[in-house]
């Protein structure tokens, strides 16, 4: 998979990609990232990539031509009938469709080259969105000054369910909303910690009872903290 972000704050992304998972990831060869500065596509002098809004009022909205001219050098064209099978162009916004797990796995399993863009302001040009865009999608309901937090929880979310990016030591089946539950407990050494103590359950070595236990208090730890997990209340998990 190949992943390239567009951004007025490239160095916003630093080291932020050179650790566990996404680390190993890169490093195996099952994806690469590189993350791009808007700028370097602005046309004129000063290279502006934002401007006043149309019909006026506060703020600034981040331009169309230069994210046109990125999408057209990394793509080859900006129609997006055109674009190569398993071709992403994901625009981060409040307004699009809620990451979920579903979300990100559909995304690691059907997409090779994902694009993102970040913005920043009051948002993007809109016809960035009509045209250029395949997906439109939010990290929760609530709004940042950016994108760039946004594109960086969508890659590791999706990075950690390549496959073979965890290892052969653990797997994402169990993990949180992969199967509309949330995870088990976990507990590590010691076994007495200032006088708290694990389950006994997990230290008699029974695979077929730890299995059960696990099972229950994943689904207790459901009942109690999301219910809508249960009732389909949360659409797509
Ligand atoms: N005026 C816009 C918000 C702009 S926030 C609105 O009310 O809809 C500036 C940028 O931050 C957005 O363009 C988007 O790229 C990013 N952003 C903010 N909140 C986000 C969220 N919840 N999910 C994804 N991106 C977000």
Known sequence: MKI???????EFFGQVFDFGIIRRAKGAGLVSINVHDIREFATDKHKMTDDRPF???????MKAEPIFLAIEQLLGTTEREKYPPGTKVILLSPQGRPLKQLVAQELADDAEHIIMICGRYEGVDERVNDALVTDEISIGDYVMSGGEPAAIVLTDAIVRLLPEALGSETSAENDS???????????T???DFRGMSVPEVLLNGNHAEIEKWRHEKALEKTKRLRPDLLTGENGDT
């Open 4 to 10: 390239d972000v567009l951004t007025i704050f490239p």
């Open 55 to 61: 019909g006026g009022g506060d703020g600034m909205v």
């Open 177 to 187: 909303f992969s199967n509309g539950l949330l995870d088990c407990p976990h507990y």
């Open 189 to 191: 050494r010691p076994a």
